[in-house]
């Protein structure tokens, strides 16, 4: 694990969870040091949000422990935890005005009305919630005000923890965009330590100091978004990731047990190809224009099917033009190759 | 749905003449109460409220209507107590048993009252609960809790469980969690469970009667023998105040909930 | 073993454990005691199968046939009525449609005793209705509605129908009407969307109905009772006969007994012939 004190972090250890026969989590452990952006990734059903109720504790897990700042907090309540969650559906309170939903956690704790007004005030300063929105019902704002009002209610009582169960979910894809950096921007300036959790891996990596991708209620790897990026350890966790060209074939240096990997983007296509230590000829099999990049199907001479990742305003692209049925030459640089080294008991294709 | 107003309106016409006759023996009864003699003649001419001025002075009429009251008052608050708890547990947790409990709640509407009234009368004796208020008191709230478990708990499925959550997430104790949140919420259907309780327990008459003694005579106790021996408009008096008195309590309860609901519409921070 | 949940559903189970179960337990004890022969209502101590024999006779086993009819004839008048007001409810526009809930409402903030004596004075041989049926000369002598099986009926459904038309337009206003104009705009008459569309959507809440109706129906008692013929009873009125004017407990479990095992064979058969049906439904229709 990291090598942090114990006292500047979550940690959570040999977590179990599940109902009657079916496990929904399965021994997992890791370690978030204080004030980083750890996201949970994996598919709907894979357990990251049952996890996050755990760390929170709306369940109670089977075995294992969750320390929080050398506090163990595996049997306490969830209203003695100091963490703050924001749910997928934002749970504001329908009858109570944003204030008044913000400040909530500050009267149930009877904090004196001027100082509890006064740190309202400043997080809806902080979340930028304008005069108009603060007297209002929840029912009355837009979603992108209803996922600012879930933020400010969940730091106002400043947790030693933040977690966020798909807070961008309900968002159209600009709003999404938009709000992901200020979540971003939020965390690093309150410097609470969030965890997240999402399906979406571009969400994932583009705020994340860690990643923790899961599936089927195990955790397979966490990492920085670069490392779980470039070097999965797992064939699910490589095409979780993104695109991914895996298969299997006799390099110098690589076994042949275990399969190789690389991004559609690190393929080289064209004159370009013969710079790398292995470059073979090969036919385009079919191209598709996606807007700034086009993906391509490339197959080799030695019957490897490959993606490529091609930038539309690249020079091969322009010059003899790219089309099936193209002869071309695809080269793969021997350090962007990357032998995945565990299994996930998928089969590998050739 | 139909090609000529003309059939719309005569279907309209007949639908209504079949809930016109739905209504028609309790409107005849309340045409009754108002009769001047005691044959039971309808007044045409001679209105009068004689019969209500006989309700109102006779003390054996009183004390069965208050009797009534306080028994349907009470019968109204246990069974909502008891109603809205035992629905918040089985709609939030998962247990053992959950699936014979939904059965059994619902089993009160089931079973007919002359078996029901059979069973607790030896039990009554058993118990020493014969001649009770307080017997009757828990057999109607035990009556009503159908209809108010299927009142409140119709509320507590549109509620998002995760507020409650949340709010204990924000440090709220299950005690605060309660009276802010799941009261504000959901107590215009406890209102609404406890004036349907009234209503039953007010008017239950079949298992009442099996459980009748002096002194619990409740005004369907009192009803019954000149109901079936000696008919006077005094029944359709004491059916007139009744009925009053039930819709009474029920728009009270309704002009409460109402209240309650823009009161928290329009709460300001 | 998280012991709020039981906490919670402690008092309504204490309250239907005690006062529902604890009653139906001692029915079937009750019925197994000796007759008291004028000393109480049941000779304590004793173990006895002769009151459920003595109900196997001809005389016993017409009680329940009747009681079993009467309850088969009250689920048919009540769905039958019913469904077609349902339909009606859901045509109404919204002023109209209020109106009409009031109305059908209505009679169930009163007793049962008050609206059994409308129906009686209403009803009966010197009623208004008879009244107007002399003086238009459409009867010669007064027509005897009330003291019979017709008023007994009669005064169940009237009390049973706002229940299952309350039920059943909650039922057919999930039905989308959008279904229905699109099946017409395919080219179906009004009758075969009836048939096709509205009844087979509108089937679970009809048979919810009609259960009711039944088990309702089987258990009648004030109705019979009040409005129906002293010679012919249903089981509820002889279970309160042998209990009150007898005196004989015993006997009256044994009725009781009776009751509830004709309610759930009943039912039973109900919900077996209900399956049947629809299990041929969707194997093939034509």
């Known amino acids: ?350 | ?269 | 073993m998280n012991p709020r949940p039981y906490l919670l559903a402690g008092p309504a189970a204490t309250l239907l454990i005690g006062l529902l179960v604890c009653p139906l337990l001692l029915v079937i004890r009750v019925s197994l005691y000796q007759p008291a022969n004028g000393r109480g209502f049941f000779t304590p101590g004793t173990w006895t199968l002769a009151n459920h024999s003595a109900l196997m006779d001809a005389h016993g086993l017409g009680l329940v046939g009747y009681t079993i009819a009467f309850g088969a004839m009250i689920a048919v008048v009540v769905v039958m009525v019913s469904f077609p007001l349902a339909l009606f409810l859901r045509s109404l526009n919204f002023p109209l449609q209020r109106l009409a809930i009031a109305g059908i409402t209505l009679p169930k903030f009163a007793s049962v005793l008050v609206i059994l004596f409308g129906l009686q004075q209403l009803l009966g041989d010197t009623g208004p209705v008879n009244r107007m049926l002399l003086t238009w000369g459409i009867v010669s002598e007064p027509l005897r509605m009330m003291r019979g099986l017709f008023g007994a009926l009669l005064g169940e459904v009237f009390l049973i129908l706002p229940y299952a038309v309350i039920l059943l337009f909650v039922q057919v206003l999930e039905i989308d009407p959008i279904l229905e104009s699109s099946a017409r705009g395919l080219g179906a008459s009004r009758w075969q969307v009836f048939r096709r569309i509205t009844l087979p959507l509108a089937m679970p809440g009809l048979v919810l109905a009609g259960q009711l109706a039944l088990v309702w129906g089987m258990g009648a008692f004030l109705g019979p009772l009040l409005l129906g013929s002293p010679e012919n009873t249903t089981l509820s009125v002889e279970i309160q006969r042998q209990a009150f004017e007898y005196g004989r407990w015993p006997r009256a479990a044994a009725l009781s007994i009776q009751l509830i095992l004709a309610i759930g064979i009943c039912l039973g058969a109900l919900t077996f012939l209900h399956n049947q049906v629809s299990g041929r439904r969707l194997g093939g229709d034509r």
């Not at chain 2, 949340?166 to 299950?174: D, H, I, M, Q, V």
Request: charged share 15%.
């Open chain 1, 1 to 350: 694990m990291i090598a942090v004190p114990s006292s500047e972090l979550v940690r959570l250890a040999g977590l179990n969870f599940g109902y009657g026969g079916a496990p929904l989590l399965c021994d997992v452990s890791l370690d978030v040091p204080t004030g980083k952006f750890l996201t949970l990734l994996g598919p709907s059903g894979c357990g990251k949000t049952t996890l996050l109720k755990l760390i929170g504790g709306y369940l109670k897990p089977q075995s294992g422990s969750i320390l929080l700042r050398g506090k163990d907090l595996t049997h306490t309540p969830p209203e003695e935890r100091g963490i703050g969650m924001v749910f997928q559906n934002y749970a504001l309170f329908p009858h109570l005005s944003a204030k008044r939903n913000i400040s909530f956690s500050l009267d149930v704790r009877g904090v004196a009305k001027s100082e509890r007004d006064d740190r309202v005030e400043r997080m809806l300063d902080l979340v930028g919630l304008t005069k108009f929105e603060r007297d209002r019902l929840p029912a009355l704002l837009s979603g992108g005000q209803q996922q600012r009002v879930a933020l400010a209610r969940a730091l106002v009582f400043r947790p030693d923890l933040l977690l966020l169960d798909e807070p961008l979910a309900n968002l159209d894809r600009h709003l999404r965009d938009q709000l992901r950096n200020e979540l971003r921007r939020l965390q690093e300036q309150t410097g609470v330590t969030a965890v997240m959790v999402t399906h979406d891996q571009e969400e994932a990596m583009a705020i994340s100091d860690f990643v923790g991708v899961m599936n089927e209620g195990k955790l397979l790897q966490i990492g920085s978004p670069k490392e779980i990026y470039h070097r999965p350890e797992t064939p699910f966790v490589a095409r979780f990731m993104g695109p991914a060209n895996i298969f299997s074939a006799d390099f110098p240096g690589a076994s042949r047990e275990k399969p190789l990997m690389i991004r559609p983007e690190q393929v080289v296509l064209g004159e370009a190809a013969d710079h790398c230590s292995w470059s073979v000829p090969g036919t385009i099999l079919s191209v598709s224009f996606l807007g700034p990049d086009m993906m391509v199907q490339v197959t080799t001479n030695g019957g490897l099917s490959l993606m490529v990742r091609v930038r539309s305003c690249d020079s091969i692209v322009h010059g003899k033009g790219i089309g099936p049925g193209q002869e071309i030459r695809v080269g793969i640089p021997s350090h962007a190759l990357w032998q995945i080294p565990g299994s996930d008991g998928e089969g590998i294709s050739t």
């Open chain 2, 1 to 269: 749905m139909t090609p000529y107003p003309i059939f719309r309106t005569l279907r309209i016409v007949a639908g209504f003449f079949v809930v016109g006759c739905l209504v028609a023996p309790l409107l005849y009864a309340v045409w009754l109460s108002f009769s001047p003699d005691s044959f039971l003649t309808p007044p045409e001419r001679d209105w009068s409220v004689r019969w209500y001025k006989v309700f109102a002075t006779d003390t054996r009429w009183s004390m069965a209507l208050s009797r009534s009251l306080t028994v349907g008052l009470a019968c109204a608050v246990l069974s909502v107590l008891a109603g809205a708890m035992f629905a918040y547990g089985m709609e939030r947790f998962r247990f053992r048993g959950k699936g014979i409990l939904g059965i059994l709640v619902l089993l009160p509407m089931c079973i007919p009252p002359a078996v029901l009234g059979m069973g607790l009368l030896p039990l009554f004796y058993l118990v020493g609960l014969w001649g009770s208020l307080l017997g009757l008191v828990l057999v109607h709230a035990m009556m009503c809790l159908p209809v108010v478990y299927l009142i409140v708990r119709s509320k507590l499925r549109q509620m998002n469980p995760d507020l409650e959550m949340a709010a204990r997430g924000l440090g709220a104790k299950p005690s605060q969690v309660t009276m802010r949140i799941l009261i504000p919420l959901w107590g215009s259907a406890l209102v609404v469970g406890a004036a349907a309780a009234f209503a039953v327990s007010f008017n239950e008459s079949m298992v009442t009667l099996f459980l009748a003694t002096p002194t619990t005579e409740t005004l369907p106790a009192m009803i019954w023998p000149q109901l079936r021996y000696s008919p006077s408009p005094l029944v359709a008096v004491a059916s007139v105040v009744s009925v009053i008195l039930a819709l009474g309590v029920a728009i009270g309860f309704g002009g409460i909930v109402k209240l309650v609901d823009a009161k928290s519409g329009t709460k300001k921070g």
